[in-house]
T-cell receptor, first 109, second 112 residues
Framework: AQRVTQPEKLLSVFKGAPVELKCNYS??????LFWYVQYSRQRLQLLLR??SRESIKGFTADLNKGETSFHLKKPFAQEEDSAMYYC???????????FGKGTRLHILP | DADVTQTPRNRITKTGKRIMLECSQT?????MYWYRQDPGLGLRLIYY???????NKGEISDGYSVSRQAQAKFSLSLESAIPNQTALYFC???????????FGSGTRLTVV
């Protein structure tokens, strides 16, 4: 079964410290992986896709097929990074996107 | 100019009432989706549509119905609202699943 697991509900990090938001997935095939971000009272926005190998707002994510992980990383946290982050998976079979339960990132001053 | 527009933005309704949430898009995407967001539960798929003649149930479709009136419009109805349908509802569109979604701003629904 398809599943996306984000083990941390809340992650608090000091400004300037490194950030890592964890995401593990379960899928019997080759999925597409995404990170979405939701700032306070705003719509969800696509942050990055593994297939495009982009770096957005200093964030990167590497797909590790051996560990079935897609952790989101940023070397130096900024206060404006405080938001809700969702890891998501799209399967090749049915093309729907399944979301994790989200991690709230709180950047401490 | 919003690509994906949801109306209303906020709604309070009484138990047992019928309510419709509307979504329209100018992206030209064939695929449209309805999700609900609840604290601690993330986003759960209610219904999705890959074109005007295609409607599919998601993981939590009970108590909901949808209508795809045109490529650009996808409405979600609660036939008889109940309090545990209080949530934030999002519409989304996509070109394909691998392109990711564009989300609307959401409708905050409260059933009292």
């Amino acid at each position: 079964a398809q599943r996306v697991t984000q083990p941390e509900k809340l992650l608090s990090v000091f400004k300037g410290a490194p950030v890592e938001l964890k995401c593990n997935y379960s899928y019997s095939g080759s999925p597409e992986l995404f990170w979405y971000v939701q700032y306070s009272r705003q719509r969800l926005q696509l942050l990055l896709r593994h297939i495009s190998r982009e770096s957005i707002k200093g964030f990167t994510a590497d797909l590790n097929k051996g560990e079935t992980s897609f952790h989101l990383k940023k070397p130096f946290a900024q206060e404006e990074d405080s938001a809700m982050y969702y890891c998501a998976l799209s399967g090749s079979r049915d093309d729907k996107i399944i979301f994790g339960k989200g991690t709230r990132l709180h950047i401490l001053p | 100019d919003a690509d994906v527009t949801q109306t209303p933005r906020n709604r309070i309704t009484k138990t047992g009432k019928r309510i419709m949430l509307e979504c329209s898009q100018t992206k030209g995407h064939d695929r449209m989706y309805w999700y609900r967001q609840d604290p601690g539960l993330g986003l759960r798929l209610i219904y999705y549509s890959f074109d005007v003649k295609d409607i599919n149930k998601g993981e939590i479709s009970d108590g909901y119905s949808v209508s795809r009136q045109a490529q650009a419009k996808f409405s979600l109805s609660l036939e008889s609202a109940i309090p545990n349908q209080t949530a934030l509802y999002f519409c989304a569109t996509s070109l394909t699943g691998s392109h990711g979604y564009t989300f609307g701003s959401g409708t905050r629904l409260t059933v009292v």
